[in-house]
């Protein structure tokens, strides 16, 4: 059985710093592309940024040189650290992992969310 548990959301005052955490768990991690997404009310569910397991990160254009998000293979966990956060940044955060599958497909899962708050 797959779990996302994420943790490290919280309230934050604008420019403050916060890191998010995912641990993985019923997934080969190693090859498992992991991602976070965030989602405000409203709106659709957007991606944040990317790992994947062949070293490949990949981000919004809106958190460019403020987020960072990196993995710890050896706890199955991926991290977001955010920096000079904004309050557009306030939203629901998601962990996400697309597990490959044979033949080319993909299962996907998803953390349960967690809420960041950016206060100006």
């Known amino acids: 059985q797959v779990q996302l548990v994420e943790s490290g959301g919280g309230l934050v005052q604008t420019g403050g710093s916060l890191r998010l955490s995912c641990a993985a768990s019923?997934?080969?991690?190693?090859?498992?592309?992991m991602s976070w997404y965030r989602q405000t009310p409203g709106k659709q569910r957007e991606l944040v940024a990317l790992s994947a397991s062949g070293g490949r990160r990949d981000y919004a254009d809106s958190v460019k040189g403020r987020f960072t998000i990196s993995r710890d293979s050896a706890k199955s966990t991926v991290f977001l650290e955010m920096s000079t956060l904004k309050p557009e940044d306030t939203a629901v955060y998601y962990c996400?992992?697309?597990?490959?599958?044979?033949?080319?497909?993909?299962?996907?899962?998803w953390g349960q969310g967690i809420q960041v708050t950016v206060s100006s």
């Open positions: 996400h992992a697309r597990k490959p599958l044979l033949g080319g497909s993909y299962q996907e899962y």
């Open positions: 019923g997934i080969t991690f190693t090859i498992t592309a």
